[in-house]
């Protein structure tokens, strides 16, 4: 079975699929494999990437300053100009060779779950036959059941209004308006059943479909998720809590997680410190994007 991924979807790497060393240098400009997980409770762990191809909500932010952004990954969203089609098999070889000290994966896109049978497959054979710890980040719109078994952290970045592609933000960007776009993101951005289905995934419940109980159940030790918000403007706060935690169960402070809203270093130093402030007010975490402060916008870090 194969799985589309971006062009050099799995990075950054030092050797091929049969273990021969590659020719060029990673991206990251280190003579070995690897990069830091750069967001999220796991920000500053080593890992391994593979970032699919396509998204089905394709977000465009503005400041309060009026500054317009889209996802700091286009070329997996908005502008997919080159893509590669992998066998699973051949994704397992690579990373069993890459991977001698990481022990997580993280798997991003684009949306991953919009190739849910290539998705599932890659998933447990990276599970059975090498044993990593695995990050799905996802927006949290397509629920697929068997995943629950293989993935250790859901890693669930809803998005909120502010993330619409309205005709304003798309035009200051010089891009062509498609409403059937605009149309289904306002639709279908927000799903709260299959975000509470990835949750309950999480906890001591036997099921991700129960009924909630009467008592709180117990976070199982080998699963866990996180909800990463997208902020651009003060604003988000109130519809974080009214459109999503009001509705969700089973999510504690430390599971809210607010990120700046930015592609490049000079879009994150004017947006971290409200992200910042704002994290600090309602209780909530922080995280920066490392692998930005790092490398900027480079592909393949």
């Known amino acids: 079975m194969k799985i589309t991924l971006v062009k050099n ?91 001698t000290r990481i022990h997580h994966i993280v798997i991003s896109g684009g ?38 078994y293989w993935v250790d952290l859901f890693s669930i970045s809803p998005k909120l209004s502010s993330s619409e592609p309205t005709p304003y933000k798309v035009r200051k960007l010089k891009q062509p308006v498609d409403e059937a776009h605009i149309r289904d993101h306002k639709k279908f951005r927000r799903n709260i059943d299959t975000i509470q289905k990835y949750i309950n995934a999480c906890m001591t419940m036997g099921s991700y479909y129960a009924d909630i109980p009467d008592g709180i159940p117990a976070r199982l030790s080998t ?17 974080i809590r009214k459109d999503f935690l009001d509705h969700l169960n089973f999510v504690q402070p430390g599971d809210i997680i607010l990120m700046p809203v930015g592609g490049n270093s000079n879009l994150l130093r004017q947006t971290s410190l409200l992200t910042a402030r704002l994290a600090i007010q309602n209780g909530w975490r922080f995280t920066p994007r490392l692998h930005i402060d790092l490398f900027d916008d480079k592909q393949g870090v």
């Open 111 to 148: 949306e991953p779950t919009t190739q849910p049978l290539p998705l599932l497959q890659l998933t447990r054979q990276i599970k059975q036959k090498l044993g990593h710890h695995i990050t799905l980040e996802t927006n949290g719109i397509i629920f697929i059941p068997e995943l629950v």
């Open 223 to 239: 699963k866990d998720f996180q909800l990463k918000f997208v902020i651009s403007k003060e604003s988000d706060i109130d519809e």
């Open 9 to 99: 979807g799995i990075f950054p790497v030092t050797k091929d699929k049969s273990g021969i060393p590659i020719k060029d240098k990673p991206a990251t400009g280190f003579p070995f494999p690897g990069t830091l997980q750069g967001e999220g409770k796991l920000a500053g762990v080593p890992v391994l990437f593979i970032r699919t191809s396509g998204c089905n909500l394709r977000c465009t932010w503005e400041t309060d300053k009026g500054e317009v952004s889209i996802c700091d990954t286009p070329y997996s969203s908005h502008f997919i100009k080159e893509t590669e089609e992998w066998e699973i098999d051949d994704i397992v070889r690579i990373i069993r060779f890459n991977t």
